[in-house]
């Protein structure tokens, strides 16, 4: 018998997943070998998630051929992880990331496919919670899945809604991608047995009828709850159980996100089971590239644009990183202070805190994805004579509004927040944008907050900040390089409150924030434009000095490329005001909206906020 020749798939001819159901688990195989190499392809160009998407691309692939999406719901957790699941609904990736091409993450407006969209993790179990009670209030009948990884589900928010799901009677598959930490204990073959047996349809339709009969009578019910309590005690003295089991799940695994096979039966059993479901799947985070298959500290989870070859990165030369440049400060200071402690949530690699991590294991704590435990933590070592250096993305802070108004300012407790990529970050798009953190600490008392615009302000920020008695001491920085000045500032302090001006003349005056304002310095220099500019060190408190000066200018420019207008225009124009300014104001920020993905050079043009059109305002 002549055997089948394998189908191979187009990617480029996909319009949506309904082609799977015809592919065998060769084929499906094959399918995803091409998926990798295409997804591997594309990041090399353009950035972005690739070990997640790599590990997660064959449970993409059986997700899609066992549930019929978009009818079903799929909501993935932060979204970074459904590259495989945009080529198997239709869209190419080559513009991925790019200005008017997908985006990173999934988006609702992108695709009918796209039912929720997240760049922050833990969310998806609670949002799948609101869809099934909405399904079933509304008398419908389709499955609601909640695809989330093993970092993610250990967030607070992620245990309150698995602890709600557990509790209610509306059922949510839950797929948990367990790619590195183990959930669960190994079952074996007896627990494998029992564990069908549970989702079998002749179980399932037994178990309600033995119910209904024996629940008719009170001796009945008497006897039906004394050999629950007994089947209950013999199932968990022969199957180890776990914290899903323990909370009321049916638990099904683990098994491989590699095998088709074992997982067709598993999505086929949770589909029978009529109480929510938690499918554990092991997956090999960066499957098909060896580089990404071996690394153990996030090097290739995401990914600037690199050579697939050499796994080298294409990055700016003789150049280092805002967020390399504060790493080193923290490595130097920690070695003569041993008060310091560095906590960050799952930045040790965007962060660039790899040597401090490596030189002082002890004092830094990386305490996964914990936001709002973070900045406790942080109260907590504050309030026993330790320094915490919090480093943290500005769109994670979101997360830990109240953990930094309630647990630190208003005790006045000392702390160092560095506030990684403040500003635009260009390809990450709308859920990352570090635009919105500076005007909710400004509203906080006891906060003081600023951004360098040099790596020598940066060092006597930093140095400012590890001192004591300040309360909160945030230092913001934009994701991009360190740009070095040819003439070198010799600044042995920064006072608390006190601006720079760095050129005089004219009527017209600038106030300028973080390094953009160096580029606009240049700029006026070079096109020889009387102006008095001021580099605003600290956006709080205001320097009411440079304040009384600004009164007696005629035109009044406060250009802030790293935040909303709600954040220190608005508060600097509101000082202004209360202190009857008659000049004219302008104010060129960002306005307040949820910036779509394109690059840093093409989103700061699209809003006026280059340093050559802010120039151009003379």
Known sequence: MKRKELQRINLAEIKNPDFLKTLNDQELELLGKDIREYILDVTSKNGGHLSSNLGSSDLTIAMCKAFNFPEDKLLFDVGHQAYTYKVLTGRRLENLRQKDGPSGYQRRSESPYDQFEAGHSSTSLSAANGMALARDLKGEKYEVVAFIGDASIVNGLAFEGLNNIAAADHKVIIVLNDNDMSISKP????GNFFRAISTSSLYLSTKRNYKKMMMKTRIGGKLYNQALRFKNKVKHFLIPTTLF???GYTYIGPISGHNFSQMAQAFKRAKKSN???????RTKKGFGYDSAELDKVGKWHGVSPFDIDSGEELKCAKTISWSEFYAKQIEESMENNPQLVVVTPATIRGSSLEEVWKHYPQRTIDVGIAEEHALTMASGLALNEMHPIVSIYSTFLQRAYDQISHDLARMNLDATLLIDRAGFVGSDGKTHQGIYDESFLLGIPNVTLTMASTPEIGKALYAKSIEKGHGVFGIRYPRECVIESEEKENIKDLPIGKWLKLKEGGEIALV???????ELLDLLKERKIQATLYDAVYLSPLDEGVIAE????????IYDAYSTIHGFTSLLAMRLGQLGYKGELIIKAIPVEFI????????????????LQIAELF
Do not use: C, T
Request: glycine share 12%; net charge positive.
């Open 187 to 190: 079952v074996g073959g007896m």
């Open 245 to 247: 089991d323990n909370l």
């Open 275 to 281: 109480r929510s479901v938690v499918i554990h799947v």
């Open 512 to 518: 300028g924030v973080g390094p953009k304002v160096r």
């Open 550 to 557: 600004l009164l007696k200018f005629k035109k009044v420019i």
């Open 596 to 611: 779509a993905h394109a690059s840093i050079d093409e989103q700061e043009k699209e809003y006026g906020l280059s340093a």
